[in-house]
Each structure stands twice: as C-alpha cells, then as structure tokens.
C-alpha cells in the first residue's frame, strides 16, 4: 500500500469512528428510545461493515475474511 493510500485508509478510519461518536453522543438527545434504536438498528450495521473495511485496509489484510 502506497503511502497516500495508507493515509486515506486512515483519515476514512477517522471520519468512521467520529460517525460512531456522533451516535453515541446522540444517544443524551432527549427522544424515545425507540426512536435511538431505530437509528442504531439503521446506521450500526453499515457503519461497522465500512470500519471492517477500512481497518483492513489500514493493517493490509482483513482479519474477518472467514468471519461474517
């Protein structure tokens, strides 16, 4: 992996995690808890399969190749 690439791979890993925190923190927004879970059950799913992802790409080799 090329160095801009290796950089990219990382500032995307970044973007992911600020996503993930963006959740997190939105979990304190006084709505019903249906409506946290609704977004979790929407937003979790693609955002850990794009952290898979991007974490591979940054270690160079996908350690849940055999792992759904």
Not at 8 to 30: Q, V
Request: glycine content about 2%.
């Amino acid at each position: 992996m090329t160095e801009t690439t290796l950089e990219e791979a990382k500032e995307e890993l970044g973007r992911s995690i600020d996503e993930l925190d963006d959740l997190a923190h939105a979990l304190k927004m006084p709505v019903p808890d249906s409506v946290h879970v609704n977004c979790l059950r929407e937003q979790l799913p693609e955002l850990v399969a794009k952290m898979k992802r991007q974490f591979a790409a940054v270690i160079g080799e996908d350690p849940w190749a055999t792992h759904p």
